[in-house]
């Protein structure tokens, strides 16, 4: 790997563990302020607002600037959200703030992959970012639940700066103002990323000019016969997996008894469960045979549902292990299949625009189900059920999609499999 490689690591790793250690704090700060349980809920939508409505922006965007300075602009839009949250507006709209960065921060940062690395060595990046990423996860929320917790909450708020009243009085908003602080240090990992020799593409000021280029892109992406596949795979994964970490903590509240540090936890145990099936997928898996994971969603919706039936903690961490394990798995070589068809149809910064507004979409589109439900008395045990089906029920269509492809399309398919397997550049 090249040596810039790692710098985008470092950076994308501190941002991460910010971004997952801020949602157990805000959750927190939702519950002690006495908000109801849909307000918390809703974080995850809110989180996914911005990349849906700025996606025809936020591609051309990073096509259109040097990715490292992108990446640091948006980890300085995500210190503002924080700072919103800890001096009185509203916590739902503050961490909008702080998805509108992070919908700025992806194109730039799985699109410089494909301007630094060649097609060869895409798989094992995404498994060393997506591992990484998974790392900061795990460790994201356990700090956040450590931060929250009574232990290091007493004695961050004990601390006192001499002749300034900060304001800061609970548990999250202490929290919240020691997260200030990773995302300034992810900020100066990224004024370290090279510039690539990848050409810059000019963004037009018009953005109904944008938002048709955008539909242009995202049609295109959809109608490849190996983009649409991948496209709609990874979409439902991360739409699934963008709420679960919250019905996670429902869950283990209800059917366990456990409070946001206890509850942190289990997400931390799923992620890690993810990074193995990450890294596994790294070593193993082409990208010509990226494809292939596609049964083993059907039955990672099967075991969604199938937690309804745990009811101690020695059988959900091993079962929630195993869940991480398979979204792990399949996320990582269908990832880089749509990057390597994107980085193909148009520029990498549209592409993984595009992919963002799509799995985005489907993460504010299932978030606000589950906050509907929760608003209106449904339990945690039917929002698992309904998800589980979802997803089985949905890998199952993609599955027959996809085998509908190489019967009707054979010649198109085993050619875009061909390119797959032999693009080196």
């Not at 800061?168 to 020799?197: C, G, H, M, Q, W």
Request: charged share 10%; aromatic share 8%.
């Amino acid at each position: 790997m090249k040596k810039g490689f790692y710098t985008i690591m470092s950076a994308q790793f501190f941002s991460s563990l910010a971004d997952n250690a801020l949602f157990v704090a805000a959750v927190e700060l939702l519950r002690t302020s006495g908000q109801p349980e849909w307000q918390r809920a809703a974080l995850v939508p809110m989180f996914a607002l911005f990349y849906v409505i700025l996606a025809p922006l936020v591609g051309a965007f990073a096509d259109a600037v040097p990715k490292g300075r992108v990446m640091f602009v948006s980890n300085l839009i995500k210190v503002v959200g924080c700072l919103m949250m800890l001096f009185g507006t509203h916590p739902l709209l503050a961490y909008a703030i702080v998805g509108l960065g992070a919908a700025a921060y992806s194109p730039a940062k799985y699109g410089i992959l494909t301007e630094l690395l060649p097609n060869s060595q895409l798989v094992k990046a995404n498994g060393w970012i997506e591992g990484l990423t998974i790392a900061s996860i795990i460790l994201g929320v356990l700090l956040g639940g450590q931060l929250v917790g009574q232990a290091v909450s007493r004695m961050m708020l004990g601390i006192d700066v001499p002749m300034i009243d900060t304001g800061i009085d609970t548990a999250p908003e202490a929290a919240i103002s020691a997260l200030i602080v990773l995302y300034a240090i992810a900020a100066l990992f990224n004024l370290k990323i090279p510039r690539t020799e990848a050409p810059l593409q000019p963004m037009t000021g018009n953005v109904v000019t944008l938002v048709r280029d955008f539909s242009s892109c995202n049609a295109r992406l959809w109608g490849d016969k190996l983009g649409q596949i991948s496209l709609a795979t990874t979409t439902l994964i991360w739409g699934v997996s963008g709420n679960f970490r919250y019905i996670v903590l429902a869950w283990a509240a209800a059917a366990l008894g456990y409070g946001t540090t206890q509850a942190s936890a289990l997400v931390g145990v799923v992620a890690i469960g993810t990074a193995v099936g990450a890294v596994v997928a790294s070593m193993r898996m082409r990208l010509d045979q990226a494809t292939k994971v596609i049964p083993m969603g059907i039955a990672m919706g099967l075991l969604v549902i199938a937690m309804n039936f745990i009811s101690n903690v020695w059988t959900a961490a091993p079962f929630l292990l195993v869940l991480g394990a398979i979204g792990g798995f399949m996320v990582v070589p269908m990832n880089a299949l749509l990057q390597h068809r994107g980085h193909n149809l148009m520029g990498a910064g549209r592409s993984i625009a595009v992919q963002n507004f799509n799995e985005q979409a489907c993460i504010l589109a299932l978030g606000a189900f589950y906050t509907g439900m929760t608003k209106f008395g449904l339990s945690a045990f039917a929002a698992i059920t309904a998800f589980g089906l979802v997803v089985a029920g949905a890998m199952w269509v993609i599955g027959r999609w996809h085998s509908t492809n190489c019967v009707r399309f054979k010649d198109e398919v085993d050619h875009l499999l061909a390119l797959a397997r032999s693009d080196k550049h």
